[in-house]
């Protein structure tokens, strides 16, 4: 998220190891601050909307300075088409990852198709930054780039960088507000009952007010932000309850998790311990600078879970899991995360039966604790990722952890025969898209739609097995409407770039 500096930023000192564990919702700076879409448009109604409409400074700014470029219309609204258009016209101070990484292909005879002006127009900016006449290489747009991104969000050699993640999620909410079917989200809450949908600038929330839990927390995770970063420790974030939410006596303090908690659980045994403020998406899912990544640490996008399912087996084996494979393939991720409140087979929970911490210890189903502020806790979590690579193929992969205290720490989410069994078996499984949806449909989730934008045809063909890949014969796209796909296996047709 871009950094637009406040007398009221709490001061964190990235040289220290202990922290705030908390910080009061009346002290968050409003670059922090979520933005509440109460009433969307219909998908497809498109137009443009003020500029001002949009509460998030971070937003507001930089939606200026792209309605204020050379590819913008300069009437102070704003639209995904427009943003698009700003984006690919050369001259525009705004630049993500992913034109970087586009410029950086060209130097070494990669042709980056109807992108090609924009990326040379950022290969004149490294060599006027270089205040020199010898050939822009790869490595000095990567080290150009690189120094944008210490500090993002700010002018740097008349230069605007914000990571592609960034940009993704900021179009999305544009094109949630105007209508426009511009938007790659993960997923999209259509269940009825009470939700409040919040969208930060790297990640969006379906968040309950009854649970006090997101029903579906999404983002979108690129390879080419990590070229960029600066990588910073977690430790030195505090958590805390949402402004946007706080304003309308919704969401809880951080506070709630303390204690130690006991309880009977679906697994028939005495669950006892304290709860982490599990994330949803995840902190280092969101690569940028440290205190950007502050925005995961809402209470927003906390669901408790056990030491054991949070810090082993989902760290390790979800979270970690995807981003090596991400690095690894050189890939794009859509990603949505959620909770389940199943029973050990895998049936919905009754309501009555879900069990709520409400701080200090106290624990109970919600007729139990009655009116006092409390967090449901669930069963289970899951994730799905669809994954994008360079040659333009798809997958997806789902994961579901149990959320329990004496689950081994060690265990890693492996494919078996009948999920079921297997997470009976291990408390952790690999699922496909069809078998995900299905939990969720039985769940009462059915209107939680994943990779909504992602073509039938394409669907059809992974959603059955976990990790097949497929090659589109269609020209489509899913995470590059911000920018095209690099194609590595066409050599340029334009002169050698000086």
Known sequence: ??????DNTPKINTETAVEP????HEK?????????????????????????????????DILTKLDDSPGGNRNKLTSAKEIDTALKTPGGKIITSVQLYQAEQITKGVNVGRDAARAQDIIN???TAKSGSDPVTADD?????????????????????????QMNAIKSLVARITGEKASAIAAEDTTSGT?????????????????????????????????????VPRKNDPFFHDPALAEQKQGVDPAIYSGTYKFQSIWDTIQEGTFDRGHMVAFEDVVDSNLEKWNTMTMANMHPQTKKSNEQVWVRGVEEAIRDKATKDMSRMSLAVGPLFADQDMNPLPKDQINYIAGGGKTGKAAELGDAVKVAVSTFSWKAMLEQTPDGQYSVT?????NRQDLDGTVRPQRGENFKEQLKKTGAAILSLTELEGLLQEQGQGGIKLFAD???????????EPGKKLKPTTDFQYLSKLQNVINLGQPVETEAVA
């Open 21 to 24: 564990e908390a910080v009061s």
């Open 398 to 402: 789902c994961y579901v952890v149990a």
């Open 454 to 464: 992602l073509p039938d045809d394409i669907r059809s063909q992974i959603a059955d």
């Open 1 to 6: 998220m871009a950094r637009i500096p406040s």
């Open 195 to 231: 939700k409040v949908e919040l969208y930060y600038p790297a990640m969006q929330i379906n968040y309950n007010p009854t649970t006090n839990v997101p029903n579906v927390a999404s983002t979108a995770y690129y390879y080419e932000d990590t070229l960029y970063r600066t990588k």
């Open 28 to 60: 968050v700076p409003p670059q922090y601050h979520a933005q509440i879409v109460k009433t969307p448009p219909a998908s497809g109604s498109g137009g443009e909307v003020p500029i001002s409409e949009f509460t998030n400074p971070v937003a507001q």
């Open 125 to 127: 900016r490294v060599k």
């Open 141 to 165: 747009i990567r080290a150009w780039g690189t120094k944008l991104a210490l500090k993002p969000g700010e002018e740097v050699d008349g230069t605007v960088y914000l990571t592609s993640q």
